[in-house]
């Protein structure tokens, strides 16, 4: 290191002031991540197949070195992320895929320009970061979990910092603060750590859902830290509080990857992706919704992104998965707000909606009441002319709200159906039942009418008729009493027992008032058959004997009438063949009461048979197969699901399982359940969003309850990190988990404080902190159980 100081710049420097303007290069392979120099006249790019220098010249890049030297390149070249010390401009740092710290001096008059290797880290170190003011000071996080702080002028790290978790993905040096440094985690924490106390972290806080992939502290505020994570957000904290503050929030569409404040102004940053999305986006933190300027030149991902000097706003470097280094000059952005539509919509937690359009776009109402806050006027006078490059176009707009009663938007529904539908543990039928009523005792007709046709169409046959024909007895069977039916169980040849029929009074009734027809206790198989025959009433079924059955009301009372035209609905247009009815009218005058073997012969004539009974065998089986209703039933999902109705989607989907899942695709399913299960979690319902995860047929769906389940414990006397074999630390021999209330091992539900490491029983602890707001175990902090 000592050379480094003699030596001057190896490559040169430009001066004067930046100039340049939009302009790329090929490189030989993808970029991982790049680094400016601290003069802003040459950029360092490293990959996992390339490293090399490049000079920044007014019309083009200009290859300077390749530090990519040697007959065999070893892995110390392949490069996950590179720095360019801010200070001495002749030292780099990279980390290397296979773990190792890698520093670089320029100075050097050999052609590998390696110095140091640092090979304490075990995996892959995903961030280096040297410190702004000490030349010496470098700090490197790794995906085992550990950060470790190297002093150049030694051998090996200084001091080791332990995350306790799962792998570091970005380190940063404070800007204003000379001994603090952020850390970012996959399990979507933050630290804050003081180098001086390698023992513990300063502050720690939740700051994204899913992994935090990026931080950077703001240069000149000295509080504020952006994080960029997984869950496709970006934030803004005030660490100046005692709490983390969440001041801002953008909302972007993929994933962050990088994040970086832009020189010289205050509220603005730059963000890339590292998945779905090749953009570069520049957002202004006030205004979250729609980014202030974008380059969409990269064809694929942009994986490094960096300011070309610290006090210029007007120039930004980039490099990509598609193997290009980019300049873009600020002036040349696009602006997304000059292509956005000036009208929003949105609706109220109860329902309200709320419509705002540039006033240029309204007619001018004259009974529309202005909305308090709604007119945004800019103030006419300003002490200085903004620049209108780095402002967002400032448009009067018109609001309108849209009121609705507090009952037609409430939801209450939605969560009573959601605790009490059962989708599993049950057989289907019962299943389908108990939603049914569940859907009816909500008042929702619709949705329970439709749980019942399912359960009718997907039901086994011999369950649906068992449960049909146990509810025979109640129903008004000649409403749906069809002779053509009727004959699909019937032959020509087909006889009742004559001793049968003698002995028992059965006979038919002709009288008007007796419509309907009584159900015998007994089922008897009919005699003379060679199997049971079968009669279908409609939805319900009949035996041979209850056919015949009717009951005598009154015996003595004969009188003349004759057999309406109408007894049984028409399933055909009645062929005009007057010689047929006539006889039988005269014989039913004479005699209304007809005894069975009257019946018989009268019935089962050739002529008869064709135009009342259906004497010939089924020409279709009496069930349709399950598949038959896949087509009205995938319709039917598609209908709730554009309804808004998700929940009715999703939960017939589980519910049918197999015998739907292969009608509609994949990719509509994922959907569907993302939407209820979000929908769920937003109404606090987590036992049943889990239970919808656990069941769901999506194998998207399945793997959400399975992500960040490993929990890592620490001694909490020794601090070291536990083994799996007991609960007794192997280092100091003390029980790692006691309740600070009982002092009793806990090997249940353990619950903790987060700011004092203490805990115990999740009742003990609870219970303690009903009544006093102090630690259980004596250190003083003000525990708080939510």
Same mark, same amino acid.
């Given at each position: 290191?000592?050379?480094?100081?003699?030596?001057?710049?190896?490559?040169?420097?430009?001066?004067?002031?930046?100039?340049?303007?939009?302009?790329?290069?090929?490189?030989?392979?993808?970029?991982?991540?790049?680094?400016?120099?601290?003069?802003?006249?040459?950029?360092?790019?490293?990959?996992?197949?390339?490293?090399?220098?490049?000079?920044?010249?007014?019309?083009?890049?200009?290859?300077?070195?390749?530090?990519?030297?040697?007959?065999?390149?070893?892995?110390?070249?392949?490069?996950?992320?590179?720095?360019?010390?801010?200070?001495?401009?002749?030292?780099?740092?990279?980390?290397?895929?296979?773990?190792?710290?890698?520093?670089?001096?320029?100075?050097?008059?050999?052609?590998?320009?390696?110095?140091?290797?640092?090979?304490?880290?075990?995996?892959?170190?995903?961030?280096?970061?040297?410190?702004?003011?000490?030349?010496?000071?470098?700090?490197?996080?790794?995906?085992?979990?550990?950060?470790?702080?190297?002093?150049?002028?030694?051998?090996?790290?200084?001091?080791?910092?332990?995350?306790?978790?799962?792998?570091?993905?970005?380190?940063?040096?404070?800007?204003?603060?000379?001994?603090?440094?952020?850390?970012?985690?996959?399990?979507? &924490?933050?630290?804050? *750590? /003081?180098? #001086? !106390? @390698?023992?513990?972290?300063?502050?720690? $806080?939740?700051? +994204?859902?899913?992994?935090?992939?990026?931080?950077?502290?703001?240069?000149?505020?000295?509080?504020?830290?952006?994080?960029?994570?997984?869950?496709?957000?970006?934030?803004?904290?005030?660490?100046?509080?005692?709490?983390?503050?969440?001041?801002?929030?953008?909302?972007?569409?993929?994933?962050?990857?990088?994040?970086?404040?832009?020189?010289?102004?205050?509220?603005?940053?730059?963000?890339?992706?590292?998945?779905?999305?090749? &953009?570069?986006?520049? *957002? /202004?933190? #006030? !205004? @979250?919704?729609?980014?202030?300027?974008? $380059?969409?030149? +990269?064809?694929?991902?942009?994986?490094?992104?960096?300011?070309?000097?610290?006090?210029?706003?007007?120039?930004?470097?980039?490099?990509?998965?598609?193997?290009?280094?980019?300049?873009?000059?600020?002036?040349?952005?696009?602006?997304?707000?000059?292509?956005?539509?000036?009208?929003?919509?949105?609706?109220?937690?109860?329902?309200?909606?709320?419509?705002?359009?540039?006033?240029?776009?309204?007619?001018?109402?004259?009974?529309?009441?202005?909305?308090?806050?709604?007119? #945004? !006027?800019?103030?006419?006078?300003?002490?200085?002319?903004?620049?209108?490059?780095?402002?967002?176009?400032?448009?009067?707009?018109?609001?309108?709200?849209?009121?609705?009663?507090?009952?037609?938007?409430?939801?209450?529904?939605?969560?009573?159906?959601?605790?009490?539908?059962?989708?599993?543990?049950?057989?289907?039928?019962?299943?389908?039942?108990?939603?049914?009523?569940?859907?009816?005792?909500?008042?929702?007709?619709?949705?329970?009418?439709?749980?019942?046709?399912?359960?009718?169409?997907?039901?086994?046959?011999?369950?649906?008729?068992?449960?049909?024909?146990?509810?025979?007895?109640?129903?008004?069977?000649?409403?749906?009493?069809?002779?053509?039916?009727?004959?699909?169980?019937?032959?020509?040849?087909?006889?009742?027992?004559?001793?049968?029929?003698?002995?028992?009074?059965?006979?038919?009734?002709?009288?008007?008032?007796?419509?309907?027809?009584?159900?015998?206790?007994?089922?008897?198989?009919?005699?003379?058959?060679?199997?049971?025959?079968?009669?279908?009433?409609?939805?319900?079924?009949?035996?041979?004997?209850?056919?015949?059955?009717?009951?005598?009301?009154?015996?003595?009372?004969?009188?003349?009438?004759?057999?309406?035209?109408?007894?049984?609905?028409?399933?055909?247009?009645?062929?005009?063949?007057?010689?047929?009815?006539?006889?039988?009218?005269?014989?039913?005058?004479?005699?209304?009461?007809?005894?069975?073997?009257?019946?018989?012969?009268?019935?089962?004539?050739?002529?008869?048979?064709?135009?009342?009974?259906?004497?010939?065998?089924?020409?279709?089986?009496?069930?349709?197969?399950?598949?038959?209703?896949?087509?009205?039933?995938?319709?039917?999902?598609?209908?709730?699901?554009?309804?808004?109705?998700?929940?009715?989607?999703?939960?017939?989907?589980?519910?049918?399982?197999?015998?739907?899942?292969?009608?509609?695709?994949?990719?509509?399913?994922?959907?569907?359940?993302?939407?209820?299960?979000?929908?769920?979690?937003?109404?606090?319902?987590?036992?049943?969003?889990?239970?919808?995860?656990?069941?769901?047929?999506?194998?998207?769906?399945?793997?959400?309850?399975?992500?960040?389940?490993?929990?890592?414990?620490?001694?909490?006397?020794?601090?070291?990190?536990?083994?799996?074999?007991?609960?007794?630390?192997?280092?100091?021999?003390?029980?790692?988990?006691?309740?600070?209330?009982?002092?009793?091992?806990?090997?249940?539900?353990?619950?903790?404080?987060?700011?004092?490491?203490?805990?115990?029983?999740?009742?003990?602890?609870?219970?303690?902190?009903?009544?006093?707001?102090?630690?259980?175990?004596?250190?003083?902090?003000?525990?708080?159980?939510?």
């Amino acid at each position: 290191m000592e050379k480094m100081s003699r030596v001057s710049t190896a490559l040169g420097s430009g001066g004067g002031a930046i100039s340049g303007r939009t302009m790329f290069c090929h490189l030989d392979a993808p970029a991982n991540a790049i680094s400016v120099c601290r003069d802003a006249s040459q950029v360092v790019v490293a990959g996992r197949n390339i490293f090399k220098i490049y000079g920044l010249e007014d019309e083009q890049f200009v290859e300077k070195l390749n530090l990519r030297v040697g007959r065999k390149p070893s892995l110390n070249f392949s490069c996950a992320d590179v720095m360019w010390h801010q200070m001495e401009e002749n030292l780099l740092a990279t980390a290397a895929t296979n773990g190792a710290v890698v520093t670089w001096n320029l100075g050097k008059p050999s052609r590998n320009k390696q110095d140091q290797l640092f090979t304490e880290h075990k995996r892959t170190v995903n961030k280096v970061c040297f410190h702004p003011s000490e030349v010496y000071m470098l700090l490197s996080g790794s995906q085992d979990g550990f950060m470790k702080c190297f002093d150049l002028r030694k051998k090996e790290s200084v001091s080791t910092f332990s995350g306790q978790s799962e792998s570091v993905r970005d380190v940063q040096f404070s800007m204003k603060e000379y001994f603090t440094f952020a850390a970012s985690f996959e399990n979507g &924490n933050v630290q804050l *750590w /003081d180098i #001086r !106390r @390698p023992d513990r972290y300063e502050r720690m $806080f939740t700051a +994204h859902n899913g992994p935090v992939f990026c931080c950077d502290w703001h240069p000149d505020d000295r509080g504020w830290l952006a994080t960029g994570g997984r869950d496709k957000m970006v934030k803004v904290w005030d660490m100046t509080t005692n709490r983390a503050k969440e001041i801002h929030c953008v909302q972007t569409i993929a994933s962050v990857a990088r994040v970086k404040w832009r020189p010289e102004r205050k509220w603005h940053l730059a963000t890339c992706s590292m998945m779905v999305d090749h &953009n570069i986006y520049v *957002w /202004d933190v #006030r !205004r @979250p919704f729609i980014p202030f300027a974008t $380059f969409e030149e +990269h064809k694929d991902v942009t994986t490094g992104i960096a300011w070309r000097h610290q006090h210029d706003p007007y120039f930004l470097l980039s490099g990509s998965k598609d193997s290009t280094l980019y300049q873009h000059m600020f002036k040349d952005a696009s602006r997304p707000v000059d292509k956005a539509n000036p009208e929003g919509l949105c609706f109220g937690l109860f329902g309200d909606l709320a419509f705002a359009a540039k006033e240029s776009l309204i007619s001018s109402d004259v009974n529309r009441k202005p909305y308090p806050g709604g007119d #945004r !006027r800019y103030p006419i006078f300003f002490f200085k002319k903004p620049d209108l490059t780095e402002q967002f176009a400032h448009v009067s707009s018109a609001l309108s709200v849209f009121e609705t009663g507090l009952e037609s938007g409430r939801m209450d529904w939605f969560a009573k159906t959601a605790r009490l539908y059962l989708l599993s543990g049950k057989p289907f039928a019962e299943l389908c039942d108990h939603n049914a009523k569940v859907a009816k005792e909500l008042n929702r007709p619709q949705v329970s009418t439709t749980w019942t046709m399912v359960r009718i169409m997907f039901s086994d046959p011999a369950n649906l008729n068992h449960s049909l024909s146990s509810k025979l007895g109640t129903l008004p069977l000649m409403n749906s009493f069809s002779m053509k039916d009727m004959g699909a169980g019937m032959c020509p040849d087909s006889r009742l027992d004559r001793s049968k029929s003698e002995g028992r009074s059965d006979a038919v009734h002709l009288e008007p008032g007796n419509s309907h027809i009584s159900n015998n206790d007994e089922n008897e198989e009919t005699e003379g058959s060679d199997g049971q025959a079968e009669y279908v009433f409609g939805d319900a079924e009949l035996d041979d004997d209850d056919l015949y059955s009717v009951e005598h009301d009154n015996p003595a009372e004969e009188h003349e009438y004759t057999l309406p035209q109408e007894a049984f609905p028409l399933r055909h247009e009645i062929l005009d063949n007057p010689s047929a009815p006539e006889p039988l009218q005269q014989d039913k005058a004479d005699s209304p009461h007809v005894s069975g073997n009257e019946a018989e012969v009268a019935c089962l004539t050739p002529i008869e048979s064709c135009s009342l009974i259906s004497a010939s065998q089924p020409l279709f089986t009496p069930h349709l197969p399950a598949s038959f209703f896949c087509p009205v039933v995938r319709q039917m999902l598609r209908y709730y699901a554009e309804q808004g109705d998700v929940q009715m989607a999703v939960s017939v989907l589980i519910v049918l399982g197999e015998r739907i899942r292969k009608e509609i695709d994949d990719l509509t399913q994922e959907h569907w359940y993302m939407s209820y299960i979000d929908l769920l979690q937003r109404f606090e319902l987590w036992n049943v969003s889990n239970e919808v995860i656990k069941l769901s047929t999506c194998s998207a769906i399945t793997c959400l309850n399975q992500t960040s389940t490993t929990l890592h414990v620490n001694c909490s006397n020794c601090k070291r990190p536990m083994s799996n074999k007991g609960w007794v630390c192997d280092r100091c021999h003390q029980c790692a988990s006691v309740c600070a209330v009982c002092h009793h091992v806990v090997k249940g539900l353990f619950v903790w404080c987060q700011g004092c490491s203490h805990g115990g029983h999740l009742e003990h602890m609870m219970n303690w902190l009903k009544s006093s707001p102090h630690c259980p175990a004596g250190c003083g902090h003000l525990c708080e159980y939510t």
